[in-house]
């Protein structure tokens, strides 16, 4: 068993992975699930959590609700991805059952990093604030984080030409977390644009008969939408879904061990994940970067994991 903290903002594909973490096939343990500034205010993202947690029966794990900003520049959300609500789509009720948990986000990764046996992975898919803050409020976390298996990022852009949405909204938190010596899987556009729900996919999804099957082919469907509005794409790349995918089974993907900076200064490439794929810099690898996914693989694991849901 794996213990890991989800630090998210639902986010379609954000709801995807926590219902691909919680499934029956799944051998993580979540430990927590925090939230933070991104698709939308962290509030919003906070709710969504938890209407996400009631939608599956994931009682017994503390949400807590983190940052409210970047740590240097003024907040950016993704309102033309993710509808106003964050979740746009299926028809959630207003107010969830579970509660947040009255501790901060931050204070919560501190606290479960420092009193574990230095196993937690750390599954970051929003924006990397909380991380970066948890690092610099109790530097005597940074040692004992397992591993920070993140989506993020890309050999090219989806928010700039050269800057993916999670990086770009917070380069200087992501510069700071991947500059911590914590070992780093990165999940970028690069490999995310390969997890893509096809109409096949959605139609064999949707004849899996329970409720939370349903409410992911709902988010999946109004995903569709903007990614064909904004993007011009035939089918929504699932990306934040292939961190759990890859915790699950590693053998869905190939990587490359690389050095990874991120650019916090140029006019054109702020928020840019700079890929040493031809070891120019002679630095060490900071970085496992991801950049094939086994198609199959990966939508198989998903259906079991839908499968696993009871029936109701
Ligand atoms: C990332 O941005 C968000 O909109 C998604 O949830 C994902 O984490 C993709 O660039
Ligand atoms: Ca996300």
Sequence with gaps: TKKVIL??????????????????ISDL???????????????????????????????????????????VKEREIAEEIHGDTGLDGPDLPEIPTKQAIDQHGVDLIIEKVLNAGDDITLVPTGPLTNIALAMIKEPKIIPKIKEIVLMGGGTFG??????????????????????????????ALDVTHQAIATDEIIEQLSNIDNATAHFVVELLVFFKKTYKEVFGFSGPPIHDACTVAYLLDPSIFKCQHVRVDVETKGEFSYGMTVVDKL????KDPNVHFAYELNFDKFWDLMTKALQSYQTQ
């Design 29 to 71: 343990k979540i430990e927590a699930i925090t939230t933070v500034a991104g698709n939308v205010e962290v509030e919003k993202n906070t709710q969504n959590t938890l209407k996400v947690c009631d939608m599956i029966g994931l009682t017994d794990v503390p949400v807590a609700q983190g940052v409210e900003r970047p740590l």
């Design 158 to 187: 989806n928010w700039t030409p050269a800057a993916e949405f999670n990086i770009y909204v917070d380069a200087e938190a992501a510069n700071v977390v991947f500059n911590s010596g914590v070992p780093i899987s990165m999940f």
């Design 279 to 282: 070891k120019t810099t002679g």
């Design 7 to 24: 630090d998210c903002d639902p986010g379609h594909d954000d709801a995807i992975s926590i219902i691909l973490a919680a499934s029956n």
